[in-house]
């Protein structure tokens, strides 16, 4: 898939003077190329969030929960995780750009990791990790820190993702990413009436999670993206 990368060659303009690519200066892309990164997004962010998927889902069909309350805590906790992708990729990229690609092993631990829990660790329910919040603030709050404490796959997805995107296509990915948050609150509010087809995406998102995490992994690390 074509997208153009960061010139991992040079450092910054602003610290040698040297001229920038068209891709650091910040270009928009073509058609093709913004095919290529929805692709690569919308992949990213489905299978980061098929877990959380269904955590929202049963957020949504608690009875205490009101729907603002959960998408709050999603763009709170979601953008916590994203933010710091952002702070972590592009500082790698900036600093230690001949070292990139070695961020390929995170994706390749975690999807490891996810492959021994799902087959040595027990079992655990989404709906066992509600609690009742006694306000609409820590209700909020406990949307988010769900969504924070499972953001291991998050970040090792966005983190290598990040630091090889051109400004112009992370501004695409991050703005994605936003919209698609949002949406996914709302896939949950409608998944909450059909518990039986939840549980099965959670069933399919532990089988193919790992496998997209450590093949992500192997493609940074040969540099092909």
């Given at each position: 898939?074509?997208?153009?990368?960061?010139q991992?060659?040079?450092?910054?303009?602003?610290?040698?003077?040297?001229?920038?690519?068209?891709?650091e200066?910040?270009?928009?892309?073509?058609?093709?190329?913004?095919?290529?990164?929805?692709?690569?997004?919308?992949?990213?962010?489905?299978?980061?969030?098929?877990?959380?998927?269904?955590?929202?889902?049963?957020?949504?069909?608690?009875?205490r929960?009101?729907?603002?309350?959960?998408?709050?805590?999603?763009?709170?906790?979601?953008?916590?995780?994203?933010?710091?992708?952002?702070?972590?990729?592009?500082?790698?990229?900036?600093?230690?750009?001949?070292?990139?690609?070695?961020?390929?092993?995170?994706?390749?631990?975690?999807?490891?990791?996810?492959?021994?829990?799902?087959?040595?660790?027990?079992?655990?329910?989404?709906?066992?990790?509600?609690?009742?919040?006694?306000?609409?603030?820590?209700?909020?709050?406990?949307?988010?820190?769900?969504?924070?404490?499972?953001?291991?796959?998050?970040?090792s997805?966005?983190?290598?993702l990040?630091?090889?995107?051109?400004?112009?296509?992370?501004?695409?990915?991050?703005?994605?990413?936003?919209?698609?948050?949002?949406?996914?609150?709302?896939?949950?509010?409608?998944?909450?009436?059909?518990?039986?087809?939840?549980?099965?995406?959670?069933?399919?998102?532990?089988?193919?999670?790992?496998?997209?995490?450590?093949?992500?992994?192997?493609?940074?690390?040969?540099?092909?993206?």
């Amino acid at each position: 898939i074509p997208i153009r990368t960061k010139q991992r060659s040079r450092p910054a303009t602003f610290v040698t003077g040297e001229p920038v690519s068209p891709t650091e200066a910040g270009e928009i892309p073509s058609i093709r190329q913004m095919r290529s990164l929805l692709f690569i997004a919308a992949v990213a962010f489905i299978v980061t969030n098929l877990d959380d998927l269904v955590v929202l889902t049963a957020f949504c069909g608690h009875e205490r929960y009101r729907l603002r309350e959960i998408a709050l805590g999603q763009y709170l906790g979601f953008g916590t995780l994203v933010g710091i992708s952002l702070v972590v990729g592009v500082g790698a990229s900036r600093f230690f750009p001949e070292h990139v690609r070695w961020l390929g092993a995170f994706p390749i631990a975690v999807g490891g990791l996810w492959l021994l829990r799902r087959r040595y660790g027990p079992g655990s329910d989404a709906s066992s990790r509600l609690e009742d919040g006694s306000t609409a603030r820590s209700r909020t709050g406990l949307v988010a820190g769900v969504g924070i404490a499972d953001g291991a796959d998050n970040l090792s997805v966005y983190v290598p993702l990040f630091a090889v995107l051109g400004v112009a296509d992370t501004v695409v990915v991050v703005a994605m990413f936003l919209v698609a948050a949002g949406l996914w609150v709302l896939f949950a509010r409608w998944l909450a009436s059909r518990r039986p087809l939840a549980d099965r995406l959670d069933t399919y998102g532990d089988v193919v999670l790992p496998i997209v995490l450590i093949t992500l992994g192997v493609v940074i690390l040969l540099d092909v993206i």
